[in-house]
Structures are given as C-alpha cells and as structure tokens.
C-alpha cells in the first residue's frame, strides 16, 4: 500500500504569480540588506577595535617615555648628589692640605730660627738613641 499523496496544488493565476515572484524579490533584497548591515557593522567594529588598539599603544608609549623620564630624573639626582659629596670631600682634602702646610711651614720657621740662634737643631730630635 503506498502512502497516500497530495493532489498537486491548484495552478496560481497569474495575479498571484506576480504576487509570489514579487514577495521572493522582496525577501531577497531584505536579505541583501542584512547581509550589507552585517557587513556595515563589522567593519566598524573593526575600526573601532583599531581605534582603541591606536589609543593602548599611544598610552603604552607615554607611559614608557613617563617612566624612561623617571628615571632619568632619578639618575641626574644621584649624579648631583654624587657631585655635591665629591665637592665636599675635595673641599675638605683643600682644608687638610692647607693645615698639612701651614703645619710645615711653622715647622721650617722654628727649625731656621733654632738655626739662626746658633743651636744647630741640636734640641730637635733625631731620631737616634
């Protein structure tokens, strides 16, 4: 027994072949307009993903240079502070070699006054035993 079939629908008029040709256009064409919108939308999607990704990496570079600055600003202070301690210490070499020979100084005057006076530098010593 073979299953029961449809009687083949009744032919259309050709008013309602026009109307169904015109509804298949039509679905066509909202379909062509999904399709273009779909299109629209992931393009500016993609703009807007380079946009932001523009945006991180100008903000990467400025923190880079911020940071770069940083410590650059931190090495010029060590450096000054380098420079103010060598300064001082060389300040201070200046102090102990003027006071070395005004030291020295006194000392050549006595032994040429004790040379004068006669006494040869015999009250100085020597050394010996």
Known sequence: AAPPTLPPPPPLSKQ?????????REAREMAARA????????????????RLLREQAKAAERLAR???????????RRLKEAERRLREEAKAEER???EV???LLDLLRV?????????????LPTGAA
């Not at 309602?16 to 298949?24: G, K, S, V």
């Not at 032994?111 to 009250?123: Q, T, Y």
């Open 66 to 76: 911020d940071e770069a600055k940083r410590q650059l600003k931190e090495e010029a």
């Open 111 to 123: 032994v040429e006054a004790g040379g004068a006076a006669g006494g040869g530098g015999a009250d």
């Open 16 to 24: 309602e072949a026009a109307q169904l040709r015109a509804r298949e």
């Open 35 to 50: 399709t273009k919108l779909a299109v629209q939308q992931q393009r500016q999607q993609a703009k807007e993903a380079e």
């Open 101 to 103: 020979t005004r030291c």
């Open 96 to 98: 102990e070699a003027r």
